[in-house]
């Protein structure tokens, strides 16, 4: 049980509380409890738990999303394995994340180890770099697609870059870097935030230390910030993926899935169910994008307990 | 680190003093104070842009030079904004979702935490635990598409239904915080409590409730900065265009009023500036916020 919730909250305190309920409320249970917990599963199992099985069960029918259907098997399944519109809402999407999550995270750390140094208004630089993270995705992404259709053109042209003088919008070459760039910008901010509360967490004598032993910043950094801050680069990379992979409101801003299905992710194709008539054949989609999900989620837990470094 | 507020809002403050300390044999590092000041613009630059635009004249957005000031200043794009978009509707629904969700999100995972870490040793409650936290990996577009159905067929595809979306979709994080947050409050505050008398009810919201207070501000603040900027949820679940929140309205943008870019971004900027200045108030809960989520 323990092993399971390693990297949750849940884990490093789990013990102790198990302990003292134990020793004062084994006997009676306020029934009240019960009227405590009644809202959360409730929203819960209404909410999440019914329609994730009645997607499982259409994703095996031939349903339009009304009216009568009948099962089909696994028809479905088949189909969007052939599907190429799919598959390539697939790679775009695993693509992008992979590529995200490696610039948020290099940029992130960067910043953090810039704002815990000793540099001048430290304050006022963290707020400025945390605000992109409390505007709304399609707002900012409106912002840049005005950009990076007129502003960035013009700029271009005038520097005599040829892939800069038509909309990078509009090329589908190019047009997943605006989405990587503009979904950066938003998630910078918060995994630097974390990077900062990791980097934090060393204690300054640790540097003293090895500076009087006659160690250089590039070793303290390779040797002691690196390793230390490991753990916390785990998180960021597990939350950030997950973010990623669902990614919407930033694409839709920006290109709509757009030049043609170039920036599709998996989000838009699902969705797209309810406009083509094709309501159970992209459930049979959003069950495989789950199954990929937890896949990762697994993949990247089995990382993270080898690091082990994120409840301490 | 150790999981009571305090001790985590003191990190920064703790690891300040370390770096005066410091600060007495080295100075001040101004090539990186000066990299980090221009790092900033990637920042200021499209909100400056933002600001600017909003401030032009219709005839000098179109010319495509972003970067040039307002000249000559106007008004009139907020005015066209306000009622293009019918603000006062769109923001008093968008209101209406984020109070919801603040309340919803903070209430119903601190009853369900505290209920959960009371009782650890029952089992439906250990399991309960496990089943909110199943939530983390089921992301919204896996069901969404019966979500959408169901949300009709109850009549909750307005902006309550959103809400309680909201609430949902964050309750696994939420209810984590909460349980790691009571583990640490000493169980002998409650017990005193219960032997003048007190009942599970007056214990909860006399005293277990106010002690969340820290951590439900953090819960608060990042319900309401998820719920206020979201466009996914309300495009998908809300059915009538004229309940849409805030985000959702300024699509109108992209189809009808394409070419005046002034009242586009007037309006972006109003989209954007609650949930600013929201943060720049609430800051210091932001930051522990998020290393608390991460940390513990």
Known sequence: MSSMTKPSTGAVVTSPAAATTTKTRKSRLDPLYYFFLFPALAIFT????????????YSFTNSVGFGEFDFIGIRNFIAVFQDEGVLSAYSFTLAFALVTVIVVNALAFLLALG????????????TVFVIPMVISGIVIAFVFQYLFSNSLPLLGQSMGIEPLATSILANPDLAWLAIV???????IPSAMLIYIAGLLTVPAE???????DGASPWHNLRHITLPLVAGYAVINMVLGFKNYLNAYD???GLTDGGPGVATRSVAMSIFRGFEGGDYAYQMANAVIFF???????????????????IAA | MS???????????????????RGHQER???????????CTLSVLVPLYVTVSMAFKTTGQAVDGNAFSLPSPLTFDSFIQAWTLTNFPRGFAISVFVSVTAVAGEIIVSALAAYAIVRNWDRRLFRWSFFYLLAAMFIPFPVVALPQIQLTGLVGLDNPLGVAILHIVFALAFNTMLFTAFLRSIPLELEESMRIDGAGTWQVFWRLIFPLLGPMSATVGIFAFIASWNDFMMPSLIISDPEMQTIPVLQKIFQTQFSNSYNVAFASYLMAMTPAIVVYLFTQRWVMSGLTQGAVK
């Open chain 1, 250 to 252: 930033i694409i839709v």
């Open chain 1, 181 to 187: 760039v503009v979904t950066a910008w938003q998630s």
């Open chain 2, 28 to 38: 001040s590092n101004w090539p990186a104070t000066i990299v980090l000041l221009v």
């Open chain 1, 291 to 309: 199954l990929i999900s937890i896949v990762i989620a697994l993949i990247q837990l089995r990382f993270t307990r080898g690091k082990g470094g």
């Open chain 1, 46 to 57: 209404l909410a999440v738990t019914l329609p994730a099985v009645l997607g499982f069960v």
């Open chain 1, 206 to 212: 640790v540097y003293e230390a090895s500076s009087l």
């Open chain 1, 115 to 126: 704002l815990t140094s000793r540099v001048r208004f430290r304050a006022a630089l963290r």
């Open chain 2, 3 to 21: 999981s009571a507020p305090g001790t985590i809002q003191a990190g920064p403050a703790a690891a300040g003093k370390n770096h005066r300390v």
